[in-house]
């Protein structure tokens, strides 16, 4: 079993970039494959990214060429770099954990892009 803590959301102005951060407990990290969700209010959870315990990735489209994930195996920890953020990212966040069938989700954390 992994638990999952998302961090780094928070408040940010249109045009501006966020780092978000998923810590995974546990010593098998790397074998997991992670990926990061988002869910506005009103609408159904989404992909925005993935990335596979062999490190490839995958990207909603709308997302594409904005948002970067990447892995840490050696610190437990996948991250979502998101640049020229605009109102309709505004989401909870949530990291997310799959290996065998079994799915891990984490807390979740609020992105709210507002002037």
């Known amino acids: 079993q992994v638990q999952l803590v998302e961090s780094g959301g928070g408040l940010v102005q249109p045009g501006g970039s966020l780092r978000l951060s998923c810590a995974a407990s546990?010593?098998?990290?790397?074998?997991?494959?992670m990926g990061w969700y988002r869910q506005a209010p009103g609408k159904d959870r989404e992909l925005v990214a993935g990335?596979?315990?062999?490190?490839?990735?995958d990207y909603a489209d709308s997302k594409k060429g904005r948002f970067s994930i990447s892995r840490d195996n050696a610190k437990n920890a996948v991250y979502l770099e998101m640049n020229s953020l605009k109102p309709e990212d505004t989401a909870v966040y949530y990291c997310?954990?799959?290996?065998?069938?079994?799915?891990?989700w984490g807390q979740g954390t609020q992105v709210t892009v507002s002037s």
């Open positions: 997310n954990a799959v290996f065998n069938s079994r799915v891990y």
């Open positions: 546990g010593s098998l990290f790397s074998i997991y494959d």
């Open positions: 990335i596979t315990s062999g490190g490839t990735i």
